[in-house]
């Protein structure tokens, strides 16, 4: 079984800070790991994923993640937060052995940027 | 430009009445899925099908049902038997690989009345 966990409902960061928005996983093989972003009564847009090969990977709107295999975590990174950043973000995961391809996601962490 | 289309994107039910909210998609991916998604709930699975004329149960397909009579389309409706239908509903698509994870579209958001 597949599972994600977003341990913080909510981040608040000031505009111009660095912000974090955490994510941990389990798979029983290779994981694939992707970060979207939701707007109120938006559908969840693409920021970027995890596939292979350098653990840092760069995405949408400045954003960055970065894999961890040793603490199974794929944490979502920003250097300088803007008050446009806020909304809800999810962290989602596949086995990459798996047949199904279906992704499970975290419950989601609402990021607010204040001015 | 490719994308998926949802429609409507408010709904209203009555009490006792099935509704069915589209979802047609013209990046020619294989997969399709819809969600449900409730506040402090994340997402959860409804329904997915890899190809057409198939279709898998999620965790929480009880009260929904869905055809994939065309690869461009899969509708998902609200029975009756759902006995709380009001929240925002999503439908994905993804690639054959699945390497580019899901793609969405905007949400239906359905109220029962």
């Known amino acids: 079984a597949q599972s994600v966990a977003q341990p913080e409902d909510q981040v608040n960061v000031a505009e111009g800070n660095p912000l974090t928005v955490k994510c941990t996983y389990s798979?029983?093989?290779?994981?694939?790991l992707f970060w979207y972003v939701q707007y109120p009564n938006r559908g969840l847009q693409f920021l970027l994923k995890?596939?292979?090969?350098?653990?840092l990977v760069k995405g949408s709107y400045g954003f960055e993640a970065e894999f961890n295999k040793s603490q199974t975590s794929f944490h979502l990174k920003k250097p300088s937060a803007l008050v446009s950043d806020s909304a809800l973000y999810f962290c989602?995961?596949?086995?990459?052995?798996?047949?199904?391809?279906?992704?499970?996601f975290g419950k989601g962490t609402l990021l607010t940027v204040n001015p | 430009d490719g994308g998926i289309t949802q429609s409507p994107k408010y709904l209203f039910r009555k009490e006792g009445q099935n509704v069915t909210l589209s979802c047609e998609q013209n990046?020619?991916?294989?997969?399709m899925y819809w969600y449900r998604q409730d506040p402090g709930q994340g997402l959860r699975l409804i329904y997915y099908?890899?190809?057409?004329?198939?279709?898998q149960k999620g965790d929480i397909a009880e009260g929904y049902s869905v055809s994939r009579e065309k690869k461009e389309s899969f509708p998902l409706t609200v029975t009756s038997a759902q006995k709380n239908p009001t929240a925002f509903y999503l439908c994905?698509?993804?690639?054959?690989?699945?390497?580019?994870?899901?793609?969405f579209g905007s949400g239906t958001r359905l109220t029962v009345v």
């Open positions: 994905a698509s993804r690639t054959w690989d699945g390497l580019y994870g899901y793609t």
């Open positions: 798979v029983s093989g290779n994981p694939y």
């Open positions: 995890y596939i292979t090969g350098d653990n």
């Open positions: 989602a995961v596949r086995d990459r052995g798996g047949s199904n391809y279906k992704l499970t």
């Open positions: 990046l020619n991916h294989d997969a």
């Open positions: 099908s890899q190809i057409v004329n198939d279709f």
